[in-house]
């Protein structure tokens, strides 16, 4: 089955531990794309890549990493989360960026940081 | 800078009845406009796609419509189900960036 997972899908953790949340898609897709949705904001845009070894910055990038080293995976990092990184974290990824490309969202992980 | 807005934010209906979501977008700059749902503690989920060379795309029970030269869409459901019940979001990939700006949503309940 053609999907995006997500681990964890909960977590709570406290102010300044490291912690990583990962994605893998079994789509061959190159672009990946990491997002935050939060109550009167919507989703937005983390980071994303277009490409193995290829990332760039979205919206809201601080505060986090990520690392593209194989074409399926995409971690998200948080080297010290704070409390206003408390979100729904999504995953996605799509063939490419082209005009009837959509992308595939993953079931979500949601962070509470104390 | 493209912004993306859903009216209702919330919209609750009696099952059987049609309705009507609204998006707009700021910017016509668009490659496309896509119709998400999303259901608690899952993810999205495609449910139509319109290029921006396009007036209208079909699903079942769903038609969305764009308007890129005023800059809105709507997502048509007939005949509304419990189970059509979650949020319905709306997403423009933006020719300039490439990248996919999304609404606020509308939580559409649906009651039996």
């Known amino acids: 089955e053609a999907q995006v997972t997500q681990n964890p899908r909960y977590l709570i953790t406290v102010t300044g531990k490291k912690l990583t949340v990962t994605c893998s898609q079994n789509?061959?897709?190159?672009?990946m794309s990491w997002y935050r949705q939060d109550p009167g904001l919507g989703l937005r845009q983390i980071y994303y890549?277009?490409?193995?070894?290829?990332?760039d910055k979205g919206d809201v990038p601080e505060g986090y990493k990520v690392s593209r080293k194989e074409k399926r995976n995409f971690p998200l990092i948080l080297e010290s989360p704070s409390p206003n990184q408390t979100s729904l974290y999504f995953c996605?990824?799509?063939?490419?960026?082209?005009?009837?490309?959509?992308?595939?969202f993953g079931p979500g992980t949601r962070l509470l940081v104390l | 800078k493209q912004e993306v807005t859903q009216i209702p934010a919330a919209l609750s209906v009696p099952e059987g009845e049609n309705l009507v979501l609204n998006c707009s977008f700021t910017d016509s700059a668009i490659y496309n406009l896509q119709w998400f749902r999303q259901d608690p503690g899952k993810g999205l989920t495609s449910l139509l796609l319109?290029?921006?060379?396009?007036r209208e795309q079909t699903s079942g029970r769903l038609n969305a419509s764009l308007d890129k030269s005023s800059g809105r869409s709507t997502l048509y459901i007939a005949a509304s189900q419990p189970g059509d019940s979650a949020t319905y979001l709306c997403?423009?990939?933006?020719?300039?960036?490439?990248?996919?700006?999304f609404g606020q949503g509308t939580t559409l309940q649906v009651k039996p």
């Open positions: 997403a423009v990939k933006s020719s300039n960036t490439g990248k996919l700006i």
């Open positions: 890549s277009m490409n193995v070894e290829v990332t």
């Open positions: 789509m061959n897709h190159e672009y």
């Open positions: 996605a990824s799509s063939r490419g960026i082209g005009r009837g490309e959509t992308q595939y």
């Open positions: 319109i290029q921006s060379s396009q």
